[in-house]
């Protein structure tokens, strides 16, 4: 049997989020063409996140010098690419009311800000000696690194292919 319910239960039923005006208003303003600037921005930082692993892995194995200097460059950009994917991002989250008004856009501001914290941790303990700081602590900063690019990568992913943010809406038609 259908369940009824009064007024009063119904307004309760609801979800105020979802009902606002501004939740589908998701599409990118800081675009090119249409095309996010900040999903275009964040293959850098991932990319080179994950080389700084690989550099000090490579160094592991072969003891050759070459391999923390490559690191501590890769690391240095990877920190700066993520400051300036993170400038757009945060634009973006600011600027679009339904991106804004998504727990899940701050829950990836959280992530991506934790990530930059170790992505600059891993370029800024490299400076003064690059080869001596790999092992072990370099390296282990890399390993966390990569994992929390990893996290932070896959739910911006998600917030792009699930919650469709940073997408034009169709209304209608
Ligand atoms: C620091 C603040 C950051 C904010 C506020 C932010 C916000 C966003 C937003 C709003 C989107 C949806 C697409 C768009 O509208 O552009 C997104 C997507 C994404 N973000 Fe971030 N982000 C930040 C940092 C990062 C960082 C450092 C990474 C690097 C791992 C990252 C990885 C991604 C990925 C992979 C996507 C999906 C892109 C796609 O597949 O199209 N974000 N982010």
Same mark, same amino acid.
């Given at each position: 049997?259908?369940?009824?319910?009064?007024?009063?239960?119904?307004?309760?039923?609801? !979800? $105020?989020?979802?009902?606002?005006?501004?939740? !589908?208003?998701?599409?990118?303003?800081?675009?090119? +063409?249409? &095309? $996010?600037? &900040?999903?275009?921005?964040? +293959?850098? $930082?991932?990319?080179?996140?994950?080389? %700084?692993?690989? =550099?000090? =892995?490579?160094?592991?194995?072969?003891? !050759?010098? @070459?391999? $923390?200097?490559?690191?501590? /460059? +890769?690391?240095? @950009?990877?920190?700066?690419?993520?400051?300036? =994917?993170?400038?757009?991002?945060?634009?973006?989250?600011?600027?679009?009311?339904?991106?804004?008004?998504?727990? =899940?856009? /701050?829950? &990836?501001? %959280?992530?991506?800000?934790?990530?930059?914290?170790?992505?600059?941790?891993? /370029?800024? @303990?490299?400076?003064?000696?690059? %080869?001596?700081?790999?092992?072990?602590?370099?390296?282990?900063?890399?390993?966390?690194?990569?994992?929390?690019?990893?996290?932070?990568? /896959? &739910?911006?992913?998600?917030?792009?292919? !699930?919650?469709?943010?940073?997408?034009?809406?169709?209304?209608?038609?």
């Amino acid at each position: 049997m259908r369940q009824k319910y009064s007024w009063k239960q119904r307004r309760r039923l609801t !979800d $105020p989020i979802e009902e606002h005006v501004a939740f !589908d208003q998701t599409e990118s303003k800081i675009a090119l +063409a249409g &095309h $996010p600037l &900040h999903a275009m921005m964040v +293959a850098f $930082p991932i990319a080179l996140a994950f080389s %700084v692993f690989g =550099a000090d =892995a490579f160094y592991w194995l072969t003891g !050759d010098e @070459f391999w $923390p200097r490559v690191a501590l /460059w +890769a690391a240095g @950009f990877a920190f700066g690419m993520g400051v300036l =994917a993170g400038v757009t991002g945060t634009f973006e989250l600011l600027m679009v009311s339904g991106i804004r008004i998504r727990s =899940a856009s /701050w829950t &990836h501001f %959280v992530l991506a800000v934790m990530l930059l914290s170790l992505l600059g941790l891993n /370029w800024g @303990f490299r400076l003064g000696d690059p %080869v001596g700081a790999v092992l072990p602590w370099g390296a282990l900063i890399s390993v966390l690194a990569a994992v929390m690019t990893g996290i932070t990568g /896959w &739910h911006g992913g998600k917030l792009v292919f !699930d919650y469709r943010i940073g997408t034009q809406r169709e209304t209608g038609g």
